[in-house]
């Protein structure tokens, strides 16, 4: 009866953690707010990035970044979470958030919500801060093996993976975002694949 006991609080145990480190997951795709686009989340180099892996309306364009050589790069896959670091002893990442609609960059904050819903937060100069939360619509994303070639290690031999075109992209471990519907004009399925492969988080800049 002991033993039964002593394996019972092991279970539990054990399940209670693999359900707080599925919570504290904030890899994946989520859907903004407003449902206009998703965000692929995934940790590249010990930091958390996020990029835009799918669009509502298909075609979008940076017009509104200061750099005036970016105005004209495409919105799919590009970053919007930067860089963020885990807080010590929190369930919450700090970085920078890209905002498209003015071409700011603010401090920011994600924090996961349970399993299906990601927190997030970006404040100016720390005050007129706003946040919204982001719902969950593809499942957490393993660790990338490419995640050493994110911040400039020797690239491996052979042709650049293309990002861009009507090829298959290469995938993110784990799975492609489930809700861009394959065939959608200019937008195939997966057309981002690994964002730690994407040219603008191995430049880290804006």
Not at 116 to 122: T, Y
Not at 168 to 187: D, F, I, L, V, Y
């Amino acid at each position: 009866m002991r033993s039964i006991i002593y394996s019972g609080l092991i279970l539990a145990s054990c399940c209670t953690t693999l359900t707080t480190a599925l919570a504290a997951d904030p890899t994946g795709d989520w859907r903004v707010a407003d449902g206009v686009a998703n965000i692929r989340v995934a940790q590249c180099s010990g930091s958390m990035w996020g990029v835009i892996s799918w669009e509502k309306t298909p075609g979008g364009r940076d017009d509104n970044n200061p750099d005036v050589s970016k105005k004209d790069r495409p919105t799919l896959g590009m970053p919007i979470l930067l860089d963020m670091k885990k807080k010590p002893g929190a369930d919450q990442w700090e970085g920078q958030v890209y905002n498209a609609k003015d071409g700011q960059l603010y401090s920011s904050t994600i924090t996961p919500i349970g399993t299906d819903q990601l927190e997030i937060k970006g404040c100016v100069l720390g005050f007129l801060c706003g946040g919204e939360t982001w719902t969950r619509v593809g499942p957490p994303i393993p660790s990338s093996p490419a995640n050493s070639l994110a911040k400039g290690a020797p690239k491996t031999t052979g042709p650049a993976p293309k990002m861009a075109t009507g090829a298959p992209a290469p995938k993110t471990t784990g799975s492609a975002n489930p809700s861009a519907k394959a065939g959608q004009k200019g937008q195939p399925a997966d057309a981002v694949g690994d964002i730690c492969l994407l040219p603008d988080l191995a430049g880290f800049s804006h």
